[in-house]
């Protein structure tokens, strides 16, 4: 199973939006609506930030959007704000049964 | 609350195995299944497998086919990753994380996530 693929970098200015794409297949990303994405700040365990493409956890801030076209998942941050400067992944649950991580893309606030 | 708690650091030879352990606690056990996730040095997330505590099924990543067994203990609510043939390779944190409820929609998601444990191969 080879890993989504994520842009390596991205960068925005405070207030600004960005997206981060998500590119896998049709037996993972493109099969199931079982995409999610988690943020990880240096030296720090990952967080759920989206469930099922577009879903927030309870307390996640709805500046936090996620959406899927085909085999392309994506994730917008819009009115960024300095601690969003993390590292960000995707997931998604496959046709066997496994999950598969994108290889991370790095969030820069100008 | 939920929480996670791995064992400790460890420093391991090439060729040798590791066991890491992950105690959960503030939830029903058996009922939530648990996903382990490495981390190498600088890089990205690797799935490795997933663990039912309710009856001890598991799925692995094929990449670690052979090399990894995962086991639980219900009588003390842990569930522990042994990994074999260590190789140099293998040095990263790892990680366990709870798989979401069935209700909910979380069911495919990893919610909680302990603070992750170290394991360093060298010789």
């Known amino acids: 199973q080879s890993a989504l693929t994520q842009p390596a970098s991205v960068s925005g200015s405070p207030g600004q939006s960005i997206t981060i794409s998500c590119t896998g297949t049709?037996?993972?990303?493109?099969?199931?609506?079982?995409v999610s994405w988690y943020q990880q700040h240096p030296g720090k365990a990952p967080k759920l930030m989206i469930y099922d493409v577009s879903n927030r956890p309870s307390g996640v801030s709805n500046r936090f959007s996620g959406s899927k076209s085909g085999n392309t998942a994506s994730l917008t941050i819009s009115g960024l704000q300095a601690d969003d400067e993390a590292d960000y992944y995707c997931s998604s649950y496959t046709s066997s049964s496994t999950w598969v991580f994108g290889g991370g893309t790095k969030l820069t606030v100008l | 609350q939920v929480q996670l708690v791995q064992s400790g650091a460890e420093v391991k030879k090439p060729g040798a195995s590791v066991k890491v352990s992950c105690k959960a606690s503030g939830y029903s056990f058996t009922s939530y299944y648990m996903h382990w996730v490495r981390q190498a040095p600088g890089q990205g997330l690797e799935w490795m497998g997933i663990i039912n505590p309710g009856g001890g099924s598991t799925t692995y990543a094929q990449i670690f086919q052979g090399r990894v067994t995962m086991t639980r203990d219900t009588s003390t609510s842990t569930v522990y990753m042994e990994l074999s043939s260590l190789r140099s390779e293998d040095t990263a944190v790892y990680y366990c994380a709870r798989r979401g409820s069935s209700i909910g929609g979380y069911y495919y998601v990893m919610d909680v996530w302990g603070p992750g444990t170290t394991v360093t191969v060298s010789s």
């Open positions: 049709s037996s993972d990303v493109g099969g199931y609506n079982y």
